[in-house]
């Protein structure tokens, strides 16, 4: 057995062999490691299907047993299996390449059983490698620290990929226990620094490969090879769409991972700063980043959701190469400035070199400044070190306003430039602890957040809600009572919000110049309401009957869905509606009275009557003037009225002479006595000769009609005017015939010029 207080790598156990003998082996030995066989991990089926969903938990299944049964075993047996069992870092290797990282997790499969089985591995595996982290679990059970560095270096436990790979699995939420991790390795094995110095360049060739695959100029060190002059290499615009839709999946992985580990090992910066690391991120940032995203906007995608999808790894690729440039920053410049070190003056140097450099690179500069605010870092080296240039810091910022003029965005206001060493000192405090609090995305760990597509400017949002407004002005007033609401909610909006900063520079009388005109008394300015947009709606259908926003009832009779229905015969012989309102229309007639008696004193205007009352009309009235008059014949026998001819229409004179005389026919007839039932034959003949006689003799002398000529003679003889004449008339007058007066109507066409002639 083992000894106690005695490291493992010194102990000696004794066991039976193979034919019941003892013999004493190391505690480390590979005869005492178990014979298992650890599976290799696969990841969760994106499709779901269910043989793929069962055989995923199987294999799921007996890794998280067989990791739960190493993590059970002793010191000893567990150091054992770890350091002689090639199948279990095979399967733990697998883990960290095939796990899916954090945006990955959107495109699983919806299965409740595989999510919890997926998050089983995730715990074991990490608990896993805690424990093969730690060299020391108790006061029996431990290693000696350069054994234990000895042993994780040459057998290969660690190394620098599983390290970026252990950061941005387990980071989020894990981000302490992982630095405690890292930290211990590095600390007891320091040949890791010599591989991290040694991996940098592989990671800045990330950078290299994607910019030569979007057809870009690699800079820097190593662009060693000669590019030649007829090779055109594919753009991000003309690639294919799988080759596009790799490389943004590459490029959000290596910087979500670079970031994790940079973000949970600080320590690791210093290596990073040492091989231009920043400066070389910038330039990829700004020559790749513009190109990949116009790509994304203006490409057409096969799969829905595809574009949506490459856009929200790009944006988080975009905000993952922010955050790495503030970590280097931070940790390699700005920390010993706060520390108070000895190098303060040069770190305060450097970092106003890089960010001078930051200056022809419009666009980073621009997002860098959006989320990492460089008026705060001017302002707490003002405060560290009051001896910085003010020229160069005020060029810095308006060189900053420059970046985002040029790249078409108007700078939040929350971004406050502080010009001179007044300022500087006004916002020592804000800038002091947005440094030294969660400036960092790191305690978010390294799982990737969703970031929205940048779409134009942004603009400045108010950072508090009303509630937390509400609650930052009674802390202020509580030490500032007489200070008004108004000139309160303008400080805070001045300075961010930091009712620290708007105490102190209130109470130092050092507040900014905007602040100093302001009434101190000023009460808090009315929010008008925002009106209500249905009642300042203008339409067509205004107060009509059906405008329910003005109406509270509609008549519904008059509404129907579809098409209404008509009403049948039967229904409106039913209808009998129309007799109650002739029945109510008869009734007013059914009392009649014929005399009304007045009572004296009441006049007859009070019943409706109208007493007409003249001596004049009945004066005549008993003498019969004319009554016994004969009324003569010729009154009755005259000759009706008639036109004059010269009046009447040229084309119908027939039809009003034979009118006249049926109607004196007509008279005549009348004028016969009734009493005759049958008259003289002789006499109607008598009649009707004398009425032929009369009417040739009204008519006078009619020559005969002469014919038409419109054949007029042979060719070569002229034609005589009748028969010029008569060709004109038939031209003219053809169009009464067979051709419905075409001619007539093509004439006149002609003469309005619709046709050319």
């Known amino acids: 057995m083992a000894c106690a207080q005695v490291p493992l790598d010194e102990q000696q156990v004794t066991e039976l062999g193979p034919l019941g003998k003892e013999h004493t082996l190391p505690a480390l030995h590979p005869a005492r490691k178990e014979e298992r066989f650890f599976v290799p991990y696969k990841s969760p089926p994106e499709d779901g299907s269910p043989a793929e969903v069962e055989e995923f938990l199987e294999h799921a299944k007996f890794i998280t047993e067989d990791l739960e049964w190493l993590l059970a075993l002793p010191h000893d047996k567990f150091w054992c299996q770890v350091v002689f069992d090639e199948t279990l870092q095979r399967c733990l290797d697998s883990y960290l390449h095939h796990a899916p990282r954090g945006l990955d997790l959107a495109t699983m499969p919806s299965s409740t059983a595989v999510a919890d089985m997926q998050r089983c591995v995730h715990r074991a595996v990490f608990l896993t490698f805690l424990r093969m982290a730690t060299h020391k679990e108790s006061k029996e059970s431990f290693l000696t620290p350069s054994v234990f560095g000895e042993i994780i270096y040459e057998n290969f436990l660690f190394d620098i990929p599983k390290f970026l790979d252990l950061c941005v699995l387990f980071g989020k939420g894990n981000s302490q226990l992982l630095h405690k991790m890292i930290e211990n390795i590095f600390t007891n094995q320091p040949s890791y620094y010599i591989d991290l110095d040694e991996t940098v360049p592989t990671v800045l060739q990330v950078f290299d490969t994607i910019l030569d695959k979007c057809g870009l100029h690699c800079e820097g060190a190593t662009a060693m090879e000669p590019m030649k002059l007829n090779a055109h290499k594919p753009t991000a615009m003309t690639m294919s769409q799988q080759d596009l839709v790799d490389l943004i999946l590459y490029l959000c992985d290596s910087t979500t991972t670079i970031h994790a580990f940079l973000d949970i090992f600080p320590a690791a910066c210093s290596s990073f700063h040492s091989h231009g690391f920043l400066s070389r991120l910038i330039s990829f940032y700004e020559s790749a980043m513009p190109d990949l995203e116009k790509a994304v906007r203006k490409r057409n995608f096969d799969a829905t959701g595809l574009q949506e999808d490459l856009w929200k790894r790009l944006s988080h690729s975009c905000r993952k190469i922010v955050e790495m440039a503030q970590l280097l920053l931070h940790h390699t410049c700005l920390q010993p400035i706060l520390e108070g070190g000895e190098n303060m003056q040069s770190c305060a140097e450097e970092l106003l070199q890089h960010f001078t450099s930051f200056l022809p690179e419009k666009r980073f500069l621009s997002d860098f400044d959006e989320q990492f605010p460089i008026a705060d870092?001017?302002?707490?080296?003002?405060?560290?070190?009051?001896?910085?240039?003010?020229?160069?810091?005020?060029?810095?910022?308006?060189?900053?306003?420059?970046?985002?003029?040029?790249?078409?965005?108007?700078?939040?206001?929350?971004?406050?430039?502080?010009?001179?060493?007044?300022?500087?000192?006004?916002?020592?405090?804000?800038?002091?602890?947005?440094?030294?609090?969660?400036?960092?995305?790191?305690?978010?760990?390294?799982?990737?957040?969703?970031?929205?597509?940048?779409?134009?400017?942004?603009?400045?949002?108010?950072?508090?809600?009303?509630?937390?407004?509400?609650?930052?002005?009674?802390?202020?007033?509580?030490?500032?009572?007489?200070?008004?609401?108004?000139?309160?909610?303008?400080?805070?909006?001045?300075?961010?919000?930091?009712?620290?900063?708007?105490?102190?520079?209130?109470?130092?009388?050092?507040?900014?110049?905007?602040?100093?005109?302001?009434?101190?008394?000023?009460?808090?300015?009315?929010?008008?309401?925002?009106?209500?947009?249905?009642?300042?709606?203008?339409?067509?259908?205004?107060?009509?009957?059906?405008?329910?926003?003005?109406?509270?009832?509609?008549?519904?009779?008059?509404?129907?869905?579809?098409?209404?229905?008509?009403?049948?015969?039967?229904?409106?012989?039913?209808?009998?509606?129309?007799?109650?309102?002739?029945?109510?229309?008869?009734?007013?007639?059914?009392?009649?009275?014929?005399?009304?008696?007045?009572?004296?004193?009441?006049?007859?205007?009070?019943?409706?009557?109208?007493?007409?009352?003249?001596?004049?009309?009945?004066?005549?009235?008993?003498?019969?003037?004319?009554?016994?008059?004969?009324?003569?014949?010729?009154?009755?026998?005259?000759?009706p009225f008639t036109v004059p001819q010269i009046l009447r229409k040229g084309n119908k004179p027939e039809f009003e002479e034979e009118a006249e005389e049926e109607e004196e026919e007509e008279s005549l007839q009348n004028n016969v006595n009734r009493d005759q039932f049958v008259q003289d034959p002789a006499l109607l003949r008598e009649r009707a000769e004398a009425r032929r006689a009369a009417m040739h003799q009204r008519r006078g002398f009619r020559p005969e009609p002469r014919p038409n000529n419109v054949v007029g003679q042979p060719k070569g003889r002229g034609q005589n005017q009748e028969t010029v004449v008569d060709r004109r008339k038939k031209e003219a007058n053809k169009g009464r015939g067979a051709n419905h007066n075409r001619r007539n109507m093509a004439d006149r066409k002609r003469n309005k010029g619709m046709i050319p002639s």
């Open 377 to 639: 870092y001017i302002s707490l080296l003002q405060q560290a070190l009051p001896v910085i240039d003010e020229t160069r810091t005020s060029y810095l910022l308006q060189g900053v306003e420059s970046a985002w003029d040029s790249v078409g965005r108007r700078m939040p206001h929350g971004n406050i430039q502080y010009q001179g060493a007044a300022g500087g000192a006004a916002a020592s405090s804000a800038a002091g602890s947005a440094f030294l609090e969660s400036r960092d995305p790191g305690s978010g760990g390294a799982e990737a957040m969703v970031d929205a597509p940048r779409k134009g400017n942004n603009g400045a949002v108010c950072a508090v809600s009303e509630a937390e407004l509400e609650s930052l002005l009674t802390c202020i007033r509580d030490l500032l009572p007489d200070l008004g609401e108004g000139f309160l909610l303008a400080c805070l909006k001045e300075y961010h919000y930091n009712t620290e900063l708007v105490i102190n520079n209130i109470l130092e009388d050092r507040l900014a110049p905007s602040l100093d005109t302001l009434d101190r008394a000023m009460p808090r300015p009315v929010v008008e309401p925002i009106p209500d947009v249905l009642n300042v709606r203008s339409n067509v259908f205004d107060d009509d009957e059906f405008d329910v926003f003005r109406r509270d009832q509609v008549d519904m009779s008059r509404i129907w869905k579809g098409r209404r229905k008509g009403e049948s015969a039967k229904e409106l012989l039913n209808d009998k509606q129309h007799i109650a309102e002739q029945k109510a229309r008869y009734l007013s007639y059914e009392t009649v009275v014929d005399e009304v008696v007045i009572e004296p004193g009441e006049s007859s205007e009070a019943y409706g009557l109208d007493d007409y009352d003249d001596e004049y009309d009945d004066t005549y009235d008993m003498g019969q003037v004319g009554a016994n008059d004969l009324d003569g014949d010729s009154l009755l026998s005259r000759r």
